[in-house]
């Protein structure tokens, strides 16, 4: 069943993140330019959308998929991480 992510709980820890990655790392720029919302409409089709489990956020799944290409990590280097 997919579920569109209703809320994000931070880390209080996030200022870390400020002051760890640069204002102009690539990451932060794909996240702020990028709509990542056409995902949902792409994959509808693919979720049970009234019985089943809750499905991983598919944003966050392809999100990782992207981290994974765009630094060439294994599944492992991505479950590691995080």
Do not use: W
């Not at 009234?50 to 944003?59: L, M, T």
């Amino acid at each position: 069943m997919i579920q569109k992510q209703q809320s994000m709980t931070f880390s209080p820890f996030m200022q870390i993140y400020d002051i760890v990655v640069p204002k102009d790392n690539m990451l932060r720029k794909i996240n702020e330019l990028v709509d990542f919302s056409f995902v949902y409409e792409e994959l509808k089709g693919n979720y049970c959308h009234d019985n089943g489990r809750n499905a991983v956020d598919p944003i966050r799944m392809f999100k990782y998929l992207l981290l994974k290409t765009i630094h060439d990590l294994s599944d492992v280097d991505i479950v590691g991480a995080f």
